[in-house]
T-cell receptor
Framework: KNEVEQSPQNLTAQEGEFITINCSYS?????LHWLQQHPGGGIVSLFM???GKKKHGRLIATINIQEKHSSLHITASHPRDSAVYIC????????????FGEGTQLTVNP | ETGVTQTPRHLVMGMTNKKSLKCEQH?????MYWYKQSAKKPLELMFV???????ENNSVPSRFSPECPNSSHLFLHLHTLQPEDSALYLC?????????????FGPGTRLTVL
């Protein structure tokens, strides 16, 4: 069992829908990282957070440290949001090493 | 050039070939990383370099040999690979190692071993 679990593994939505991707982890963390990977392979950083909530455009990330859970929300989804969304954590005991989830494949249809 | 670049973007090699992957970062960072991403699996850390010194080797087979001549360049030398080594190899950089440091990723090299 991976220390970082994401759900769902695959998600298909219609354009305009509100989307939620979940991340649960089983270890103590210093911070959590949400990343986006497009079909070509390149990975882009979306958020780093260690508490509360962050918002950037149509993307919102929340984290509950006590429950060891984070969510990534996309409002008014668009086909260009189609990508793999990856959750990763900096474990308290591992310095700068990131532990990654398997990713959530999101497809937004027009 | 900006950010983190990787060459080549695609590589097909036989099991007896020797090839090298190159990564270059233009962000002024001091730490660089090699990751392996296999289908349907999480990213796996392979190596970490901080100020040109290797600080982590995540039990990677010796057929993968990293080289970091300076803080801006990172290579992964490949020899006698196996078909199961076929994957996307990603390079990343961060200001430094230790603690929470945002990592910036390159576009990856898609490697196929025949």
């Amino acid at each position: 069992k991976n220390e970082v679990e994401q759900s769902p593994q695959n998600l298909t939505a219609q354009e305009g829908e509100f989307i939620t991707i979940n991340c649960s982890y089983s270890v103590g963390i210093s911070a959590l990282h949400w990343l986006q990977q497009h079909p070509g392979g390149g990975i882009v950083s979306l958020f780093m957070l260690s508490s509360g909530k962050k918002k950037h455009g149509r993307l919102i990330a929340t984290i509950n440290i006590q429950e060891k859970h984070s969510s990534l929300h996309i409002t008014a989804s668009h086909p260009r949001d189609s990508a793999v969304y990856i959750c990763a954590v900096w474990e308290e005991t591992s310095g700068s090493r990131l532990t990654f989830g398997e990713g959530t494949q999101l497809t937004v249809n027009p | 050039e900006t950010g983190v670049t990787q060459t080549p973007r695609h590589l097909v090699m036989g099991m007896t070939n020797k090839k090298s992957l190159k990564c270059e970062q233009h962000l002024g960072h001091n730490a660089m990383y090699w990751y392996k991403q296999s289908a349907k699996k999480p990213l796996e850390l392979m190596f970490v370099y901080n100020f040109k010194e290797q600080t982590e080797n995540n039990s990677v087979p010796s057929r993968f040999s990293p080289e970091c001549p300076n803080s801006s360049h990172l290579f992964l030398h490949l020899h006698t690979l196996q078909p199961e080594d076929s994957a996307l190899y990603l390079c990343a950089s961060s200001p430094r190692t230790g603690g929470v440091n945002e990592q910036f990723f390159g576009p990856g090299t898609r490697l196929t071993v025949l």
